[in-house]
């Protein structure tokens, strides 16, 4: 039994990767990832196309060697216990998926059989998780005749039958519209709710934040910074305030009122002036009430407020002086100066 | 995670043979139920019997049949048992290319991370297709019949169908080999037309080889498919057996002890 480290809270980790490294040819898929999942929480890798976040995921779940390092999930090491790793885990992601000529009853019914249920059991577990990821009505039909949100509700069923302590969830909503995207989240929250430790792999800050409670950001197979959302948050330089004014006229005194507040997260106060809106970065909700505080004073009417959160090449610019998977040379030494943390 | 159920759970790390066989029984209803929502894959099974029965019986059996003396009748004699041989390497293809598709669908990933040997994945897309290929010879004597086959008797048409599925497993080892490297169903299609075409018509299957240039019988005297020909022509026709048989069953498990377990420890270290 392989155990490498046990958590400084005293719970256990449910993963643990340590110096994790695979080259394709001349390509750094991962090189070195250090990782740490609490039993019970989401571990959100924050990262873009070709970071490494699929490569770490699919060695984690035994589908691929790594070249060096080690890894154990609910206990069971990567490379010694594939089989008994593959038992306790959950796999969603680009591209494990369901068989799309099968009937979404037929899938769940099989997944069932091969992680050994008897015959009764997979059938009222395939009823079960139809029911509960609202699939029942179309339980009958080929998965290829599934919409987007569909199917990947029916991954999420498919991932959960052998009832996982490690799941994981490779860009589980990468390609769906919003709404779609909102109800993905809503069912992945509930499975949280069960007591699954998750380890989720996004490109949207947005998701992570939604889903996640710590945060590993991931560039080109390195780990580039790591720890709570919030605390991250407030690194990247927290939400921007998009303010638009009633009058288009008030643009200029509305920013210029904004202005003389003084605050300067991230970057400072500007004006979108193609889109009437006057953008705000702050840290608090101090600094949030400030803003309305001093609109309100100036006596002028607004619109509408929006806060946004920072978005991917955000986070990578205010972490690494660059956009994400952007070799670092590109970015001129000044602006590297200028988003500095 | 107590210390205790970590060690009940490390003790199933090895799969009981019942647990094979749920495993290769799951994924054979699988590949059944593909069958049901797409009927028309079986259209290969069903119309390639007809279609080069009619075509080599009609076609060709006139002019090949009196050269061997017995005019169109004979040639059907001839034939038909080749025929046997040649549906059981073509039909043996389907097992690479539905390979190589479920690869780029992404199912088989899911497979591969859940808890099942490897070998079930593979020995239930070579149950159904040997499932595929007696339906398919049974449409073949169908047709046979039609066009005047005689069966004289049942017990050596039955072993000739034995025989070539035997052979026809050991085959579907190579074209799983092909649909795990290969990048997609088409190349594996392609490359399995380049290996299948030589084979099957450098062989006896059509035609008698003593008409053919020395070097060429030399090869048909090897290959496999003419044995098998020759073979299942002596278990349903008559005449001399033993040696084919012998040659075509050694053929197979060389084919196999070589294919099988490359080709599973190419699909286990697949990335």
Redesign the interface.
Known sequence: MTRIDKNSSGGENAVTVRGMVKHYGETKALDGVDLDVREGTVMGVLGPNGAGKTTLVRILSTLLSPDAGQATVAGYDVLRQPRQLRRVIGLTGQYASVDEKLPGWENLYMIGRLLDLPRKDARARADELLERFSLTDAAKRPASTYSGGMRRRLDLAASMIGRPQVLFLDEPTTGLDPRTRNEVWDEVKAMVGDGVTVLLTTQYMEEAEQLASELTVVDRGKVIAGGGIEELKAKVGGRTLRVRPADPVQLRPLAAALDELGITGLATTTVDADSGTVLVPVLSDEQLTAVVSAVTARGITLSSITTELPSLDEVFLSLTGHRAGAPQDTVPADTREEVAV | ?S?AT?TA??S??R?PLR?HL??T???I??NL??IR??PESMFDALLMPVVFTLLFVYVFGGSIGLALGGGQDGYVQYVIPGMIAMMSMTLSQGVGTGFSQDFN???M????????GRGSVLFAKITVELLRMLFATTVLMIVAVLVGFHIHHWGGLLAAVGLSAVFASSIMWVFLTLGVILKNAQSVQAMGFLVLFPLQFGSSIFAPTNSMPGWLQTFTDYNPLSTLADAARGLMVGGPVAHDLWVTLGWSVAITAIAAPYAIHKFR?K?
């Open positions: 995670m210390a970590v759970t490390a199933d790390a799969i647990g749920r495993h029984g799951a994924l209803r699988r139920l593909w929502q797409d669908s992404g199912v990933d899911r497979f591969r991370s859940l808890p099942i270290t990335s």
